[in-house]
């Protein structure tokens, strides 16, 4: 069977549309991995008085992120298609990230709100782990002159609560004898509450893919997200975790052996 060609008038009107989509807003949202901060640095604030008690911490532990475009942002054809050949990012409808209407302010407001609760629980749960494993510490913890008042945090621009695991092992970082990140390029993500359990957080293959770009080489994942790991970065080992205890454990574990696990470890609680 043959058929006749589009008429020639016809194929530049088609060809026309094609390139006008590119510049035209599309109702989508673009969700990429976003930078990687190393909480090690000025981000975890505790005074010296304290930390200057224990080998100063080597390496970088990074709290990962996702960029997400907010409800009034362009989005244009032109980037939809850019994401999609890069294969960097995911392009969702708008309205499976955010509620018709949205009110902008509430959205940024609720999402520092959700920070600073990460922030209180990571303090509350580091503390109860120092007080629990170091006995160096616990008399200032019990008598109340290392306090949460004390401890401070300083990430502008960055919302919700997923970086409260990594606050925690921040801060049992900066108070621990024992050297946990020991020079190495560590990475991670999870929420976390006051009792130091580990919840899932959303965006984990993008944060694996920033971790990857920030030159980490472990990675430390909420057990919840295992289920949500379809491709791991080349390079990137990455070890599941329930609780900050356990997180602690294994960062502890000397390099040789946690190099023997698989890509993947800490998903099953067999």
């Given at each position: 069977?043959?058929?006749?060609?589009?008429?020639?008038?016809?194929r530049?009107f088609l060809f026309l549309?094609?390139i006008?989509s590119?510049?035209?807003?599309?109702?989508?949202?673009?969700?990429l991995?976003?930078?990687a901060?190393?909480?090690?640095?000025?981000?975890?604030?505790?005074?010296?008085?304290?930390?200057?008690?224990?080998?100063?911490?080597?390496?970088?532990?990074?709290?990962?992120t996702?960029s997400i475009?907010?409800p009034?942002a362009k989005v244009?054809g032109?980037?939809?298609?850019?994401?999609?050949i890069?294969?960097?990012?995911?392009?969702v409808?708008?309205?499976?990230?955010?509620?018709p209407?949205?009110?902008?302010?509430k959205?940024?407001k609720?999402?520092?709100a959700?920070?600073?609760?990460?922030?209180n629980?990571?303090?509350?749960?580091a503390?109860?782990y120092l007080?629990?494993?170091?006995?160096?510490l616990?008399?200032?913890?019990?008598?109340?002159?290392l306090?949460?008042?004390?401890?401070k945090f300083d990430?502008?621009?960055?919302?919700g609560?997923?970086?409260?695991?990594?606050?925690?092992?921040?801060?049992v970082?900066?108070l621990n004898?024992?050297?946990?990140?020991?020079?190495?390029?560590?990475?991670?993500?999870?929420?976390?509450?006051?009792k130091?359990?580990?919840?899932?957080?959303?965006g984990i293959?993008?944060?694996?893919?920033g971790?990857?770009?920030?030159g980490?080489t472990?990675?430390i994942?909420?057990?919840d997200?295992?289920i949500?790991?379809?491709?791991?970065p080349s390079g990137?080992q990455?070890?599941?975790?329930?609780?900050?205890a356990?997180?602690?454990?294994q960062?502890?574990?000397p390099?040789?052996?946690?190099?023997?696990?698989?890509?993947?470890?800490g998903?099953s609680n067999?």
């Amino acid at each position: 069977m043959r058929f006749s060609p589009l008429p020639r008038l016809v194929r530049y009107f088609l060809f026309l549309i094609l390139i006008l989509s590119l510049f035209i807003p599309l109702p989508f949202v673009i969700v990429l991995p976003g930078p990687a901060t190393d909480v090690l640095g000025p981000v975890v604030k505790i005074p010296t008085r304290f930390t200057e008690k224990v080998p100063a911490p080597t390496g970088k532990l990074m709290l990962t992120t996702v960029s997400i475009s907010t409800p009034n942002a362009k989005v244009f054809g032109l980037e939809v298609l850019a994401r999609w050949i890069q294969a960097d990012g995911v392009v969702v409808p708008k309205s499976v990230v955010y509620e018709p209407n949205v009110d902008i302010e509430k959205v940024n407001k609720e999402s520092l709100a959700e920070m600073d609760g990460s922030q209180n629980n990571a303090v509350v749960a580091a503390f109860n782990y120092l007080n629990m494993y170091e006995p160096a510490l616990a008399p200032y913890l019990r008598s109340g002159e290392l306090n949460s008042q004390l401890v401070k945090f300083d990430l502008p621009n960055t919302g919700g609560p997923s970086g409260g695991l990594i606050f925690a092992l921040g801060i049992v970082e900066k108070l621990n004898s024992a050297q946990l990140v020991n020079g190495r390029l560590i990475a991670g993500t999870g929420t976390i509450n006051k009792k130091g359990e580990v919840g899932p957080i959303g965006g984990i293959e993008d944060k694996l893919i920033g971790a990857k770009r920030a030159g980490a080489t472990l990675f430390i994942a909420p057990i919840d997200n295992c289920i949500d790991i379809g491709h791991i970065p080349s390079g990137l080992q990455i070890v599941a975790v329930s609780t900050l205890a356990q997180a602690v454990t294994q960062l502890k574990k000397p390099v040789q052996e946690l190099a023997k696990l698989p890509a993947l470890s800490g998903c099953s609680n067999a």
